[in-house]
């Protein structure tokens, strides 16, 4: 798998061009939304929360590098990690609680940039919204389901603010040329879609962890526990939870399947505009109180009508572990699969698209040359980070990808999938209007939604 970091380099060579056309699903904001920017000194003035960790760093480098940016802030509950951005940015207001930063430096950024544990996105982002400003967020986009219906209340209040989730991998064309090709039909109506990711050993210590609960520690000494803790639970520090542990955490994190959604599902979402699932079904053979289940095989149901689909139900398969499925169940010659994919079945061929945009085709069994599919639209590469300021300072024709609107998409069917690995083998029929399962209070009780902390609750919006 190729490391985040390396991933985020070759996106960065994406830099400079923009879409040529609404081909890959390009968001059109409200026209409010493309005023002319009017900051000090005609600079988007930013503020980052969560300044260190695995995308921090590499979210400020690249956002710093475009002319109309500039760092005035910097928030991080870890000291060390706060002092180190403050090296770079010495003219950046620094506090370790978000909400200082908002009840006492308001006035001075204009985007707030959130790259903190899942648990607190929503409570960060929501907040940054309500204070009217611009956010650009990490993915998963929330980490309870509640938190979807939320954000995208959030979001419809605060129309004219200009939101992009972290999904840099939109950036370069491969992703953007499978889009282009589903959108358009190209393979013929749409079966259903398989999506894997691969996995650490079942006791792995790297970006995942499953290997056993660890006892309770003292926290760092750098770090605020209670600010790193924000909105979820009270509850002790264990070894490791501050660097990458949390992310395979149910308080936390979302696991795999709920960190690697928007990556991998976002082909899907793009080229056939999906609504919210009406079902998931989750097996798996592996099960914690503390961490988020592995050995997961999650099947989506969505409803869906017209001449994309080739029923009135599209399904999505979404495991971990490289789950793929069977080459000869889909007619394809033997070989084997990438550890991570997304592919779709369509009643004209098959189109497979790895997470960094390789994309390989078959058509009646066999592979053809994706490029040669006759019929495609122009895309071009972009700078994921700087689109996001050109539609904030109003640069023609500049659009942000993955607007929360759309992020807010992927992750509720990254959270169903990994979230139902509670109930295995339950079908659980999910409504996101009332954010509940229908018919099973237990699921709804269980898996939905957490109890804020007094202090860290999420912003009302009237």
């Not at 380099?9 to 923009?18: K, M, Q, V, W």
Request: charged share 20%; net charge positive.
């Amino acid at each position: 798998m190729m490391d985040r970091r390396s991933m985020i380099a070759s996106g960065a060579l994406a830099a400079g061009a923009l879409l040529a056309s609404n081909a890959a699903g390009a968001t059109v904001l409200p026209r409010a939304a493309r005023r002319p920017f009017r900051g000090r000194l005609g600079k988007v003035q930013l503020l980052q929360v969560g300044v260190g960790g695995s995308i921090a760093p590499a979210d400020r480098d690249e956002l710093k590098q475009h002319p109309d940016v500039v760092f005035t802030g910097l928030c991080d509950v870890d000291a060390d990690a706060l002092a180190a951005a403050s090296k770079d940015h010495p003219e950046a207001f620094t506090c370790r609680d978000f909400r200082e930063a908002f009840d006492r430096h308001a006035g001075k950024f204009d985007g707030v940039v959130v790259c903190t544990p899942d648990h607190n996105h929503a409570l960060i982002m929501m907040t940054a919204l309500k204070a009217g400003k611009h956010v650009y967020g990490q993915k998963p986009l929330v980490q309870q389901l509640s938190e979807v219906r939320a954000i995208l209340g959030a979001v419809k209040a605060r129309p004219s603010l200009v939101t992009q989730v972290g999904n840099q991998r939109m950036g370069p064309t491969g992703r953007q040329h499978a889009v282009d090709i589903l959108r358009r039909g190209l393979l013929g109506k749409a079966i259903e879609a398989h999506v894997w990711i691969s996995g650490p050993g079942d006791q792995g210590d790297g970006y995942f962890y499953y290997g056993g609960m660890k006892d309770p520690i003292a926290p760092p000494a750098n770090v605020d526990w209670k600010l790193w803790l924000g909105a979820a639970k009270d509850a002790p520090c264990r070894e490791g939870l501050v660097g990458l542990r949390w992310r395979s955490s149910w308080d936390y994190g979302t696991g795999q399947l709920g960190d690697w959604c928007t990556h991998l599902l976002d082909v899907l979402y793009f080229a056939y505009e999906l609504p919210s699932p009406i079902a998931v079904v989750s097996q798996t053979r592996t099960a914690s109180d503390f961490y988020h289940a592995q050995h997961v095989h999650s099947t989506l149901t969505y409803p869906v009508s017209g001449e994309r689909f080739a029923k009135d139900r599209f399904v999505v398969h979404y495991c971990d572990k490289s789950q793929a499925p069977s080459r000869a169940a889909l007619g394809l010659p033997a070989g084997s699969w990438p550890g991570i994919g997304t592919l779709v079945v369509c009643e004209g061929g098959v189109l497979l698209v790895e997470p960094e945009g390789k994309i390989q085709v078959w058509q009646g069994g066999k592979p053809v040359d994706w490029k040669t599919i006759p019929g495609q639209g122009e895309v071009q590469a972009r700078n994921h980070w700087h689109s996001w300021i050109d539609r904030i300072t109003g640069k023609p024709g500049a659009f942000v990808q993955t607007p929360f609107t759309a992020g807010a998409g992927m992750a509720e069917a990254g959270l169903l999938c990994c979230r139902a690995a509670r109930h295995p083998g339950k079908e659980l029929r999910w409504d996101r209007a009332t954010d509940s399962f229908v018919g099973n209070d237990e699921a709804t009780n269980s898996i939905v939604r957490r109890e804020y902390r007094p202090g860290f609750e999420l912003p009302a919006f009237g």
